[in-house]
């Protein structure tokens, strides 16, 4: 405390700046950190789009995977190797329709929704068309199902991978795009953060120079004038 008590003015003052700069620096490094955080954060949100970008990319392997089946329904020699084969156009046809549901679910934007209105109506168009196909080979009418095939389905078939397509597109834009928004707000605070603590130590220390040189001027002033009045 005697200590405290001899200490010259401008020294206390040097010290409570001090003090200030490095309180200052503490809370800024703790922003720091905190930001980066929120930068992670961010990146885990984004990551929904990888899950909406893969669902969509097997929907559409899943569409050709298909169109390989039914051609191959009309190839089968036996009708336990048919009934084989529809089974896993059935069974495909249900994974098809939980990962369009999953996905119809999991759209965030207007635009991914309205996008998904053509997948919707390709899908429609293309299991009624293979509707049609699985009964004519199932009456024994194989030509026709071909013919229908290469006339109908299959084109009904590309179109919907083609609005397929679109929509992964668009879902790995808003992918890129969320991570780089996330990137650059957390690049655009660290800089500003870096900028206070720069420019608040710099006005500090400019500050306490200031001062301790008026102290000191004003104390050899009035040493000054006890030595003249001695």
Same mark, same amino acid.
């Given at each position: 405390?005697?200590?405290?008590?001899?200490?010259?003015?401008?020294?206390?003052?040097?010290?409570?700046?001090?003090?200030?700069?490095?309180?200052?620096?503490?809370?800024? !490094?703790?922003?720091?950190?905190?930001?980066?955080?929120?930068?992670?954060?961010?990146?885990?949100?984004?990551?929904?789009?990888?899950?909406?970008?893969?669902?969509?990319?097997?929907?559409?392997?899943?569409?050709?995977?298909?169109?390989?089946?039914?051609?191959?329904?009309?190839?089968?020699?036996?009708?336990?190797?048919?009934?084989?084969?529809?089974?896993?156009?059935?069974?495909?046809?249900?994974?098809?329709?939980?990962?369009?549901?999953?996905?119809?679910?999991?759209?965030?934007?207007?635009?991914?929704?309205?996008?998904?209105?053509?997948?919707?109506?390709?899908?429609?168009?293309?299991?009624?068309? !293979?509707?049609?196909?699985?009964?004519?080979?199932?009456?024994?009418?194989?030509?026709?199902?071909?013919?229908?095939?290469?006339?109908?389905?299959?084109? !009904?078939?590309?179109?919907?991978?083609?609005?397929?397509?679109?929509?992964?597109?668009?879902?790995?834009?808003?992918?890129?795009?969320?991570?780089?928004?996330?990137?650059?707000?957390?690049?655009?605070?660290?800089?500003?953060?870096?900028? !206070?603590?720069?420019?608040?130590?710099?006005?500090?220390?400019?500050?306490?120079?200031?001062?301790?040189?008026?102290?000191?001027?004003?104390?050899?002033?009035?040493?000054?004038?006890?030595?003249?009045?001695?």
């Amino acid at each position: 405390m005697a200590y405290r008590n001899r200490m010259p003015v401008g020294a206390k003052l040097v010290l409570s700046f001090g003090f200030m700069v490095v309180s200052l620096i503490v809370v800024c !490094a703790a922003a720091w950190v905190t930001f980066d955080r929120i930068e992670r954060t961010a990146a885990r949100v984004a990551e929904k789009y990888v899950v909406q970008v893969t669902r969509i990319s097997d929907a559409q392997a899943l569409m050709l995977r298909l169109s390989l089946e039914a051609r191959h329904a009309m190839l089968v020699k036996t009708p336990q190797e048919l009934e084989e084969t529809l089974g896993r156009i059935g069974a495909a046809r249900t994974s098809m329709l939980a990962l369009l549901s999953e996905f119809e679910g999991n759209i965030s934007t207007d635009t991914g929704r309205e996008k998904f209105k053509a997948v919707r109506e390709a899908d429609i168009l293309f299991w009624k068309l !293979a509707g049609e196909v699985v009964g004519k080979i199932k009456a024994g009418q194989v030509d026709a199902a071909f013919a229908q095939l290469k006339s109908e389905l299959v084109p !009904a078939r590309d179109t919907m991978v083609a609005a397929i397509g679109e929509q992964r597109t668009w879902q790995t834009h808003l992918m890129v795009e969320a991570v780089a928004d996330a990137r650059s707000t957390a690049d655009r605070t660290k800089q500003g953060l870096l900028i !206070a603590v720069v420019a608040t130590v710099a006005i500090a220390l400019w500050a306490g120079v200031s001062i301790t040189r008026m102290l000191r001027g004003a104390f050899r002033r009035a040493i000054g004038v006890t030595q003249d009045i001695a």
